[in-house]
């Protein structure tokens, strides 16, 4: 028993965030040094997430026999999305304004770094709808993989596999390539995700080593406030939906908390993507509405950005 605790990914990733905060604190110097690990395995990770995502929805689209559930799964994931992140914005607001974490801060605007306000003030002004829809269409193919878009891989994939699906037979013999080539892909992620307390180890002792514990303790209350608002979403918020359509949320975090942890010690949500999208098919969900639903949801249901968007404005607003 002691020997299978020790071999988990769990039980690894753990130690290893543990290992990472204690040398980021008592050697920060030597703490700093150990970004490039960090950094790696997540650049390794992104390396295979474009082609994941477009063997996924591929072959889930191409081996589906109705094209209208594939529809409807996209439009009722969009609602779905919309309805959530509404809620996360809604329970981020009434939070910070009941409990005003960080108050007597006083953070004065002023001295905020005037270039690096306008860079983001002038993206937030070309993120219009249309901006954003042209973003989505690829220049071209190679392009969107090469920059690791997802909603771009997304759209070649889905176009794809609808048109691969209207091939019928003729089309066999391509959909048991991208099948087997989606196999070696898995491969490949397998054999990644043993460097995960290597890279989760090296993201702790960075950021421990160059923030030290002491910057997280001044914004203590803040951290605190949101991880709670977070759990309280969780368990409340998506318990109520899992419970409705007849799953325990508890037991599906117990299922996905290698990648909880994962995504905990590289602050990269983007690193659990692979083992979700392959962890999903295996708990029985169609491949198609894992290809879909999940990459989606990666740019339309960021829950805890929205709660933490809402609830950081309110601390630093003006006053405050």
Known sequence: MKTSLFKSLYFQVLTAIAIGILLGHFYPEIGEQMKPLGDGFVKLIKMIIAPVIFCTVVTGIAGMESMK???????????????????????????????QPGAGMNVDPATLDAKAVAVYADQAKDQGIVAFIMDVIPASVIGAFASGNILQVLLFAVLFGFALHRLGSK???IFNVIE????????????????????????????????GVGTLVQLGQLIICFYITCILFVVLVLGSIAKATGFSIFKFIRYIREELLIVLGTSSSESALPRMLDKMEKLGCRKSVVGLVIPTGYSFNLDGTSIYLTMAAGVYRPGH
């Open 171 to 173: 089309g066999q013999l």
């Open 69 to 99: 559930a594939v529809g409807r799964t996209g439009a009722v994931a969009l609602l779905y999305f919309e309805i959530v992140s509404t809620i996360a914005l809604i329970i981020g607001l009434i939070i910070v304004n009941v409990v």
């Open 180 to 211: 087997s080539f989606s196999q070696v892909i898995f491969g490949i992620i397998n054999m990644i995700m043993r460097l995960a307390p290597i890279g989760a180890f090296g993201a702790m002792a960075f950021t421990i080593g160059k923030y």
